[in-house]
């Protein structure tokens, strides 16, 4: 315990980079090495009572067996008597979310180049039976180069067999994840498809100010596909993509992640340089130093000295191995 705290000992904190619905990300700098780091608070009392005790092990656990050129690196968790903290790898480009909707959509070389370097991250951790479950805009960030990294995996999980918990953003629900019908890695593909349309559309498929509507219309209806902006090989992988059948889903098929890399979408893609971030990215962040925080949101600077409630002895054990 004194070792581990130690840990944050040595970071000082810089800004707010990021709120989420159970996190704090902040923008460190690490003293004894000067770089920065993002480190993600989360408070402990929170977790409990919005029942992510489990979801946060997920993550944490997960963070630290995985390494990959399109994920966030993780270098080590800590916890003292208010927060759980991550500390990440700091990727500065900002979310890909931003760029996305200040150009409106993106045009077919822009949305293949982030699908490919997507499926990357999805396939290798499908390998180790990883399920994602959160893709989707926000959750894409760029690194100063502007190749992508995937991060908040927070309701990632190792997933055997099924698993029957409703998580995700609603526009980006597999069908059977709504209909509690159990659910696999498939899901990951089904959510590909989502964002390879608001990629290329400006917007998911399925929306509503309800999310009640939105499952509604995911389970009911079939996506429309604009002809001006989707190119009938994009539409033909996104429905292979979004099918309802699981069985039938590309990417979820005994060919695993190489039936949707052999797609006719991808027909001129050579894998190996994408794996090698040899493909040249089309959007380059503005990156002034390695601690340049203007691709994010400005958040009040008393986020920065925000203190979480001390934690119950009781939920302070649960994370006993934090
Ligand atoms: N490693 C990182 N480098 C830079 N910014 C980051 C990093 N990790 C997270 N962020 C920023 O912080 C935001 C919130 O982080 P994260 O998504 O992990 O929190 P969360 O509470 O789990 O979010 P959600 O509400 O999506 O569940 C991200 O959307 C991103 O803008």
Redesign the pocket.
Do not use: M, R, S, W
């Given at each position: 315990m004194a070792l581990k705290e130690n840990k944050i000992k040595y970071c000082d904190f810089v800004t707010t980079?990021?709120?989420?619905?159970?996190?704090r990300?902040i923008l460190v700098h690490y003293r004894t090495k000067n770089e920065y780091y993002?480190l993600?608070m989360m408070s402990i009392e929170e977790i409990v009572r919005l029942k992510q005790t489990e979801h946060v092990k997920n993550e944490r656990k997960i963070l630290a067996h995985i390494k990959h050129p399109f994920i966030?690196n993780f270098y080590w968790s800590d916890r003292d008597i208010r927060d759980l903290y991550l500390l990440?790898?700091?990727?500065?480009g900002?979310?890909l979310f931003s760029y996305l909707r200040k150009s409106i959509r993106f045009n077919t070389d822009i949305a293949k180049f982030y699908t490919c370097e997507i499926i990357l991250a999805l396939e290798y951790l499908h390998s180790f039976s990883i399920a994602y479950r959160?893709i989707k805009p926000?959750?894409l960030?760029l690194d100063s180069s502007g190749h992508l990294k995937l991060?908040?995996f927070?309701f990632a999980k190792y997933i055997h067999d099924r698993t029957y918990s409703t998580v995700g953003t609603p526009e980006y629900l597999a069908p059977e994840i709504i209909l509690s019908n159990g659910h696999s890695t498939a899901v990951d593909w089904y959510s590909l498809g989502i964002l390879i349309y608001e990629f290329l559309v400006g917007q998911p498929p399925f929306i509503d100010d309800n999310p009640f509507h939105i499952y509604q219309k995911i389970l009911q209806e079939n996506a429309k596909f604009p002809a001006k902006y989707v190119d009938p090989v994009a539409k033909h992988l996104i429905k292979k993509l979004i099918i309802h059948d699981r069985t039938k889903r590309l990417g979820n098929m005994k060919n695993g992640a190489n039936d949707v890399k052999n797609h006719r979408w991808f027909k001129n893609v050579n894998w190996e340089y994408v794996y090698d971030r040899r493909l040249q990215p089309p959007i380059i962040p503005s990156v002034l130093h390695s601690g340049d925080t203007q691709n994010?949101e400005q958040f009040d600077d008393c986020d920065v000295w925000y203190m979480s409630p001390i934690s119950s002895i009781e939920d302070f054990v649960l994370f006993a191995d934090f």
């Open positions: 980079i990021g709120v989420g619905t159970f996190a990300v993002a993600k966030v990440l790898e700091y990727v500065p900002g979310e959160d926000e959750n960030l991060t908040d927070g994010f």
